[in-house]
């Protein structure tokens, strides 16, 4: 693994079923990010996690929920899918929090959900 | 509230400058950065400001105003590979980025 990965690359699923979106990173990274991106809109922060152990909410965390059992791994999961969480996801990650905090995105996963 | 100003869309010539400007209003200021993201790919990272100035890299330079609230992404020498849309965001207090909405860039022959 080089970076960030996600999984599934794309989904269609139906209305009220449980998601959960996988994002591992090999950077030994201290925190990682849920974004959602909507046409029209900025990246949206749903739910960050600075060091593993610890979580906190972002700008749209309801109908989302995220662990962080260890440093690669930070798995989103919908707890009962609704068409308006039809986006785009994407994972990130930077090396700590701090003024300089480049973050390195994976490549995305699309849900649609009808 | 949070607000990050971008145009939505600028058109320009192969070989030519453009320049993306950037209007913000956030609770805090930690630095400034720019993404390029095309089309159906991840962003990636191209430029952090955070003191007033300018930033040059290669054919990519990005300029601050704190001041201001403001900020500009410049391109010169364009290329057909430039063609993407730039995202500008600000770490605010809570260092947590602020986007705004991208500006897509199409690049004519």
């Known amino acids: 693994i080089a970076g960030i990965t996600q999984a599934p690359t794309s989904q269609i699923l139906a209305a009220g079923r449980r998601m959960t979106l996988r994002c591992t990173q090999d950077?030994?990274?201290?925190?990682m990010y849920w974004y959602r991106q909507d046409l029209g809109l900025g990246l949206r922060l749903i739910h960050y996690?600075?060091?593993?152990?610890?979580?906190g909410k972002g700008e749209v965390p309801d109908g989302y929920s995220v662990s962080r059992a260890n440093t690669d791994d930070f798995p989103l999961t919908l707890a009962s899918a609704v068409p308006s969480q039809t986006s785009v996801y994407f994972c990130?990650?930077?090396?700590?929090?701090?003024?300089?905090?480049?973050?390195?995105f994976g490549p995305g996963t699309r849900l649609t959900v009808l | 509230g949070q607000n990050i100003d971008q145009p939505t869309e600028m058109t320009a010539t192969e070989g030519a400058i453009v320049q993306i400007n950037c209007t913000y209003q956030?609770?805090?200021?930690?630095?400034l950065f720019w993404y390029q993201q095309h089309a159906g790919e991840a962003p990636t990272f191209l430029s952090y400001?955070?003191l007033d100035g300018l930033e040059e890299k290669g054919r990519f330079s990005s300029f601050l105003s704190r001041s201001k609230g403001y900020s500009y992404l410049l391109l010169k020498e364009l290329q057909m590979k430039d063609s993407a849309s730039y995202l500008c965001?600000?770490?605010?207090?809570?260092?947590?980025?602020?986007w705004g909405a991208g500006t897509k860039l199409i690049i004519k022959p």
């Open positions: 990130a990650s930077s090396d700590r929090v701090g003024s300089y905090n480049e973050q390195f």
């Open positions: 950077m030994r990274h201290n925190a």
């Open positions: 996690s600075n060091t593993a152990g610890t979580t």
């Open positions: 956030t609770s805090g200021f930690n630095g």
């Open positions: 400001n955070v």
């Open positions: 965001a600000v770490m605010d207090s809570n260092y947590q980025l602020i």
